[in-house]
């Protein structure tokens, strides 16, 4: 199983990302795809449940997350998403900690159903 707070998961196409990318690997754009999740989320052999939460009022939402496009590629893919988007919250420690409990539950079910 698989789960994250605010993730950048499409970090080819965003700021962040392409700062990162080009300082560790070059301007090669085509070796960025093997380090971005929404990339690489369609060609995934194993089908594990994700869950990712998401501020609505997160600053960062629409400029450098991007979850909506992560979403897109799981549907695509035919690939188990649980996409939470929040009212209310940003990307703030308090975020993360109203939530905490809902990820491990999550973590929790995905190993007990592996047996």
Same mark, same amino acid.
């Given at each position: 199983? %698989?789960?994250?707070?605010?993730? #950048? %998961?499409?970090?080819?196409?965003?700021?962040? @990302?392409?700062?990162?990318?080009?300082? !560790?690997? &070059?301007?090669?754009?085509?070796?960025?795809?093997? !380090?971005? *999740?929404?990339?690489? %989320?369609?060609?995934?052999?194993?089908?594990?449940?994700?869950? #990712?939460?998401? &501020?609505?009022?997160d600053e960062?939402?629409?400029?450098?997350?991007?979850?909506?496009?992560?979403?897109?590629?799981?549907?695509?893919? @035919?690939?188990?998403?649980?996409?939470?988007?929040?009212? @209310?919250?940003?990307?703030? !420690? !308090?975020? #993360?900690?109203?939530?905490? @409990?809902?990820? #491990?539950a999550?973590? %929790? &079910?995905?190993?007990?159903? *592996?047996?």
């Amino acid at each position: 199983s %698989v789960s994250a707070f605010s993730p #950048i %998961v499409a970090p080819t196409q965003c700021p962040w @990302g392409e700062k990162a990318f080009s300082a !560790y690997l &070059g301007e090669d754009r085509a070796q960025w795809r093997a !380090y971005d *999740a929404t990339e690489l %989320v369609a060609s995934a052999t194993k089908r594990l449940p994700i869950l #990712i939460d998401q &501020g609505e009022a997160d600053e960062f939402l629409e400029t450098q997350l991007k979850p909506g496009l992560f979403a897109t590629a799981c549907e695509q893919a @035919g690939h188990p998403l649980t996409l939470r988007l929040q009212p @209310g919250y940003d990307h703030s !420690y !308090y975020f #993360i900690a109203t939530f905490i @409990g809902d990820h #491990i539950a999550h973590h %929790v &079910g995905a190993l007990s159903s *592996a047996g």
